[in-house]
């Protein structure tokens, strides 16, 4: 799974079958727009080529009343730029279901992809998300609650992730990057489930 940004518009690719990634195997790619009717998707039909991309030129667009000019949004940009930086954990249930290299995969390319969102020029701001460390756990650790009740699911992470990550304490996991000279905490913790 990855996709390419061109200007507004995202091409997302991925297997045609739900199988793994496999080099020479058929591709599907779609194309998604930011518009301001909402989103509009559209999926590439495999047929005779293994990919391709459906235009849609001759396609009537409906217009709303009062929207014969286009309303103009000015931005400025700040001299400052924001680093956020991020820890990333993976309960065991999403490593166990996608497997650990998957799992990675596919957090680093939701990752990338608010990446990009953040470098969009109408936030007046440059902010860049760092990963500063990503957790893919095997095991749920005996101080962590993992369930279907949210808000003591959160309660628990936060308890949780600031014994691990909110000071100097440098735990090896599955995936980690150095903390750096100063071993500096981090901004934001992030909990992705199954």
Partial sequence: MGFIQLNEDFIFIEPFNDTMAILGHPHRLYRQKRSTEGKVREKS???????????????????????????????????????IETVVVADPAMVSYHGADAARRFILTILNMVFNLFQHKSLGVQVHLRVIKLVLLHETPADLYIGHHGEKMLESFCKWQHEEFGRKNDIHLEMSTSWGEDGASVDAAILITR
Avoid: F, T
Wanted: charged residues 35%; proline residues 8%; contains cysteine.
């Fill in 45 to 83: 039909a495999l047929h005779s080529h293994p990919c391709g991309v459906i235009s849609d030129k001759g396609r009537q667009r409906s217009k709303k009343p009062g929207e014969n000019r286009r309303e103009r949004r000015y931005s400025y940009k700040l001299p400052q730029e924001y680093n």
